[in-house]
């Protein structure tokens, strides 16, 4: 997808292109550095701005934004799923899901919008080389929330193989409304089920901001799960959750939020910025992102 021309930049030259993560907070957003170092490495003209936005102030800053330089955003909590109504063109995993985390600006004035979770996800696995085609088969899924993250995660695992791909929240109602709309293989279950499916598990994925630095911790026993079962958290801050600590702790392979969210962003950087490739997620970046975070 070419990007269109710029009459302004977000520092007022005209040459440089810009994009931009918007949440309510976004100071704790990775996404500047991250997007910042490829730009560096492939020596690309460029920027990328964190922005605070209210939810109530999305359609108007949406709609600001093309005439000020900028040829998309990502959309970080709270914005995922209210971007869905404002997008004139969401990719398939975005129409199954209902939310989305990318828009790309278009020439014409439209919208598009992708859901780079549900690839993101999907290629951090298989980065990861802690699961393999043959074990995604033999399994089922426990996702941990509703939201769209969840869903995201939910439809990455489907494509791996998992089946069957348990929703689990606090609110029922919530993942049943989830699993239905999403079809395939999600299914919804209520917590009281929750042992009982980790002991089937192939894997189970947190999905949920339960954890996160400034939310409430998960409070979740894992005596039930299998140590062969790989755990993982969308959380990234901090890097090593609670959940992540508990199951490093009893053996079982885990994945950190920091993986999911430097493949994520391949999709965005490649739409704005055209590069001659896409960016490559690297050690190198990963250290990068890991001294940020006073993990390195």
Known sequence: MKPPPFPEGPSGDGRVPGAAVLGWPVAHSLSPLLHGFWLRRMRLPGRYDALPVPPDALAATLRRLPGQGFRGVNLTLPHKEAAFALCD?????????????????????????????????????????????????????????AGGAARAVAVALEELGYAPVWLVNRGQARAERAAEELGGVARAAALTRLPALLEEAAILVNAT???????????????????????????????????????????????DGLDMLMHQAVPGFTAWFDPPAPPRVTAELRRTLLH?????
């Open 292 to 296: 940020a975070l006073g993990e390195g």
């Open 209 to 255: 901001s339960l954890g996160m630095t400034g939310q409430p911790p998960l409070d979740l026993a894992l005596d039930p799960l299998p140590r062969a079962a790989l755990v993982a958290d969308i959380v990234y801050v901090p890097l090593h959750t609670p959940l992540l600590r508990r199951a490093m702790a009893r053996g079982n392979p885990v994945m």
């Open 89 to 145: 063109r969401p990719d398939a995993a975005a129409r199954r899901t209902g939310g989305l985390n990318t828009l790309v600006f278009g020439s014409d004035g439209a919208i598009s919008g992708l859901n780079s979770d549900c690839p993101g996800f999907r290629d951090a696995l298989l980065a990861s080389g802690k699961i393999t085609p043959a074990a995604t088969r033999r399994g089922a899924a426990v996702v941990l929330g």
